[in-house]
DNA sequence: GTGCTTGCAAACAGTTTGCAGATAG
DNA sequence: CTATCTGCAAACTGTTTGCAAGCAC
């Protein structure tokens, strides 16, 4: 899905659940469907604050927060403290962990969704979400070393 | 693999560091072995301090750090803040998360080492880990729905 | 005896919260 | 006009760090 679609998709959802359509919330989707990478708030922060000053860290959490709750955001979080979102694909998929670099990529797999199955049917639970992340060295590093 | 070998393998990983086997490591890693689901530190260090008052948060979280540098502790991030810790499977396999009662437990899955032979192959990564969480209701807390 | 390990406390990082003022609808 | 949202700052939580005293080897 492009980054355009994307963003008036988000847009949309939270005129559905009658949410203010303020100027910060419309910057934070802006930004967050077109990251090709998986930010933090605080990188969030960093690149909505040069185009819109008056941003706070506070508000960038609580809107991170509201499209959680919705489901129309992931929350990976990687060992490094931070958590770090993924607004452009909503639905689980797995992602690429540099334990050196620490850059987040996605991974693609065609078993995924038969194994989030196989889940399903044998855990009782009512599966919401998943996350798979794999971590590694990424080509860069492994030159490096 | 059963509490007692896992504890004597985990003391014997330790001997061949040559780290010191104190007291404090040593309830530790009996109390890791033999716990059916998934502490975090501070409840770890709530079960050792009833039989060893003296222990304190800084060493469960210092052996916590050696046992996982040594790849012998997989460290479980739920979005609750603390991390959870599995010393029972040092290799990595799907856990189940209820997203209400916050409890872990094992899934069994064939598929798990398939994606993670697949992700290798076509990422160019060195994979050295993965994390396979499954987030959802649990049988107990579907029915209190 | 040597040097790794502990316990304590202070420091730290990320996140959450409370509230007065601003503003979208 | 009103309820929601923002911005700020303080509070909180989990984790890390530094260092003197203790103890395994």
Redesign the interface.
Known sequence: MDPETRFNELIQRLRQRQCRLTPQRIALIRVLTSSEDHPTAAQLYDRLRAQFPTMSLGTVYKTLDLLFEMGEVL?I?V?DGA?HYDGRKPFPH?H?I??RCRKI?D??????E???L??TQ??????????????????DC?QAE
Chains 1, 2 share one sequence.
């Open positions: 929350e979080s060992s958590a797995p690429l540099c334990i990529r991974a693609e797999s065609s078993l995924a038969n194994m989030t196989e889940i044998t855990s009782g639970f009512r599966i919401v979400g998943h996350r798979l992340d794999f971590y590694g060295l990424c080509p492994r």
